[in-house]
């Protein structure tokens, strides 16, 4: 869905930070954004590494791309989570940016923080009352053994802010 939204708003040098890959959902959350551009026939995407996942990764990451030649840095980033998303704005602003004029940032994790930034911070929310009810019931069946374990599977909603909106307006 990142893949997508970015894809709709005109960005084209996507690239992702996280890390590591060895955490199954950073893997999954790379491997999405992948397939999502896969289907526009786009196979390149930048893996910028933040092995800590922290405010700290995105400061770094976010002060190495304002130094590079708008040619040389990606026109959008997803982040893992929200957290590198914060510091990797603060930086690029702080480094004389625009966003999302100049770069677009998605998070992930839609923290409360998320959409009070100053620059309103898209992010995707994985969690919701369902999940809530979900973990009730299975746990009440779980108890009556009444079934065997059971996989289940939510489906994350992108909450679309001005960090990521269309570098051109539209």
């Keep these: 869905m990142v893949g997508e939204h970015l894809w709709e708003t005109h960005r ?15 893997a999954d959350r790379f491997t999405g954004l992948q397939e999502a551009l896969a289907q526009h026939g786009s196979s390149s995407v930048e893996v910028l590494d933040c092995p800590n996942r922290s405010i700290d990764d995105g400061i770094r990451i976010g002060g190495m791309l ?3 030649d708008a040619q040389h840095r990606p026109d959008a980033v997803f982040a893992v989570n929200d957290m590198i998303a914060l510091g990797l704005m603060r930086s690029l602003i702080d480094g004389g940016m625009r966003v999302p004029q100049d770069i677009a940032v998605v998070g992930y994790d839609d923290a409360p923080v998320a959409a009070a930034s100053i620059i309103p911070l898209s992010s995707v929310r994985a ?3 369902a999940h809530g009810q979900a973990a009730f019931d299975l746990l009440l069946t779980s108890i ?3 079934t065997e374990a059971q996989h289940l599977v939510f489906q994350p909603t992108l909450h679309a802010r001005a960090s990521s ?6």
Excluded: K, M
């Excluded at 084209?12 to 950073?26: D, M, S």
């Design 144 to 146: 009556e053994n009444r």
């Design 127 to 129: 969690t919701s009352s």
């Design 165 to 170: 909106a269309s570098a051109d307006g539209s």
């Design 12 to 26: 084209r040098r996507i690239a992702f930070a996280g890390g590591p890959f060895a955490i199954r959902q950073v």
């Design 66 to 68: 304002a130094e590079r």
